[in-house]
Every structure is written in C-alpha cells, then in structure tokens.
C-alpha cells in the first residue's frame, strides 16, 4: 500500500488586516465587535475600532506589510507613527518570525499575522 500526503489548496481572500479582523470577531465574547476601515492615507492602511458592550472603544492605526523583516521594524513604526494620530499602533503582515515580534513589541506596537 503506498499512502500519499495530501494537501488542500484553498483560497486566500481579503487583506492580512481583513483575516486579522476576521479571526478577531471569532474570539471576542458576545455583545464585542471589531470593525476595519480602510484608509489610503499615506502609510496608514486603515483603522481598527473594537467596542465593548458597554459602548467602551480602542481604535488602533493599522499598517499592513507584504514582509516585515526584523532591520524593516524602526522604519516601519516611524512610519506608522507619523500618520497614527496618536493611536496605538497595529502592524500586519502574513507572517512574522520572532525576533521581528520582540522588535515591534520593545518598540510598543501591536501586531498580527
């Protein structure tokens, strides 16, 4: 008998900012939401706006990335910054390895893959 791994293709819609959200709604409790508005402003890709039930909200400034390599993370959160308008910040990109991590987490940011 020969046994073959199998995989499943599938597809990958939406933006890395949109799954996070996705993912997100999934594991915020009841009467919790998150919504995305996309933004074009120069280094700002939109704003991230969770609420609680008690009508509490955080609004964060969302960057998405096609790589972010750990050399890429001081410019990255300048970057960020500049058109955040002092909210936390949120950098997303499909995947970020370690050390990248404890970059953007020694330089405050939030983020998500």
Avoid: C
């Avoid at 508005?37 to 890709?45: N, Q």
């Avoid at 499909?94 to 991590?101: A, D, I, K, Q």
């Avoid at 987490?105 to 893959?113: E, I, N, Q, V």
């Amino acid at each position: 008998m020969i046994m073959y791994h199998v995989t499943w293709n599938r597809e990958i819609t939406g933006t890395p900012a949109d799954r996070l959200v996705q993912t997100l709604r999934k594991r915020l409790p009841t009467g919790w939401k998150a919504t995305l508005t996309h933004s074009e402003a120069g280094g700002l890709d939109g704003i991230l706006e969770v609420k609680g039930p008690d009508g509490s909200a955080a609004a964060f400034a969302v960057a998405q990335k096609r790589r972010l390599d750990p050399r890429d993370v001081p410019r990255a959160v300048l970057q960020l910054q500049g058109t955040a308008g002092g909210r936390p910040l949120l950098l997303v990109a499909p995947f970020l390895g370690p050390r990248t991590r404890a970059l953007l987490r020694d330089a405050g940011a939030s983020y998500g893959d």
